[in-house]
């Protein structure tokens, strides 16, 4: 039950409605919890991206002044917690895309996404409190920042949380959304090893009568599509690298489907335990899918799995089956990966693996020996289906 401030007569009640099913709390309790904010206690920058504002979802322009520090404190009862301060300044707009913030979080709660556990509201403070993740992100353990080795369960059922999180995000939220920046980075891990999926920072509000949006690229990816595009500038820079489904990143057609393209990246990271973009490897290993694709040609796709899962073991059947579920994610057309909800369906055998994947969706280097493509033969490799000889949107039904 939240409990509310006693507020000066004619002051607006920003906390009317239903705001029940999370806690509040003073500004008082949170000082103490995080020893007055102690810088010592401010958690990384790349935490802090994790648990970004939800409100650009509501389209809001949130100035970067209204997104500041992420604390960790504990409180009394022993829970350790991240709070969010932000700051208002002298704009009054900063409590409403406060109230909007925790009103959209409150409304879409799920176990595999990151819970928030109460918000304040005191004077001019506010500030969200949000459940703290032991094992932090999910990129620390892929990409070797820390040295911590997890089983191939363990792993499998990381994937299978992030897969039942997005399911909830495109099928059985009241709302549809698509969350438009899935990667290693941005989904966390509980004590357990739980996934949850955070960084809501640029997910969009889905039309139930729309196949897709129109709309300009954003993400951590930023390329502005002109008349010839390096190859660079498509497939590296920041840590969104091969993330990108190819019709979002080309015309800006949005859809969940852009979401499952990036689900099967990183399933292929989790199961190689690799960035999908490498460019220390050797020109035929720096580019993940791209990898796989060639090893499964050459029935050796077992050979992606990671060096130290194969040391100490793994069920070859659940690791082939999650490679297979990663391909068809990956298909040229949107309508030929699955919706999530079959995804599930797959990985925990209520389905059967009747679909025979195609080659993933990405760019042929060879095409682009002067570093430059040019926007016709991106158009020729990836066609749009509105006005190509693409195959049926009737999938055959797993």
């Known amino acids: ?9 004619g002051a607006p009640d920003y906390f009317s409605g239903n705001l029940r099913t999370i806690s509040y709390f003073s500004f008082r309790t949170l000082k103490k919890a995080t020893r007055n904010f102690h810088h010592r206690n401010q958690l990384e920058e790349a ?3 994790l648990y970004i504002s939800f409100s650009h979802c509501m389209g809001n322009n949130i100035s970067p002044k209204l997104l500041t ?3 960790l404190g504990k409180l009394d009862d022993g829970r350790l917690i991240a709070v969010k301060k932000l700051s208002l300044g002298k704009s009054q707009q900063g409590e409403t895309e406060f109230l909007a913030e925790v009103r959209l979080i409150t409304s879409i709660q799920h176990k595999n996404l990151v819970r928030l556990v109460g918000c304040c509201s ?19 353990i892929v990409y070797g920042k820390v040295d911590c080795f997890v089983d191939w369960n363990t792993r499998f059922h990381i994937i299978l949380g992030i897969a039942r999180g997005l399911q909830y995000l495109h099928e059985d939220s009241h709302l549809r959304i698509i969350h438009r920046d899935i990667k290693a980075s941005n989904i966390l891990l509980d004590e357990k090893f739980q996934a949850k999926i955070g960084d809501f920072g640029l997910a969009r509000f889905f039309p139930e009568d729309e196949s897709y949006l129109s709309t300009t690229f954003a993400g951590t990816l930023q390329t502005k599509w002109v008349r010839k595009v390096p190859w660079t500038d498509w497939q590296s820079s920041s840590s969104r690298r091969g993330y990108t489904a190819p019709e979002y990143a080309i015309r800006g057609e949005l859809s969940e489907k852009a979401d499952i393209y990036s689900f099967g990246v990183l399933v292929l990271e989790i199961i190689g335990c690799r960035k999908n973009t490498d460019l220390s490897l050797s020109s035929d290993m720096q580019y993940l899918p791209e990898y796989a694709w060639k090893l499964y040609e050459k029935s050796r796709i077992l050979d992606l799995v990671d060096p130290k899962l194969q040391e100490k073991g793994f069920v070859e059947k659940d690791v082939l089956q999650a490679i297979h579920v990663a391909f068809l994610c990956l298909q040229t057309f949107p309508h030929l990966r699955p919706p999530m909800s079959e995804i599930v369906a797959m990985l925990t055998c209520k389905a059967e693996l009747i679909s025979i994947p195609t ?18 033969i991106i158009s020729e490799i990836f066609p749009s289906p509105l006005t190509s000889d693409s195959p049926s949107s009737s999938r055959p039904r797993i």
């Open 1 to 9: 039950m939240i409990m509310r401030n006693k507020r000066e007569p």
């Open 69 to 71: 520090k992420l604390i």
């Open 47 to 49: 935490d802090l991206g």
């Open 122 to 140: 005191d004077g001019d403070q506010r500030l969200l409190v949000y459940e703290y993740m032991k094992n932090r992100s999910l990129d620390l």
């Open 359 to 376: 080659k993933p969706a990405f760019l042929d280097r060879r095409r682009s020996i002067a570093d430059i493509i040019s926007w016709e």
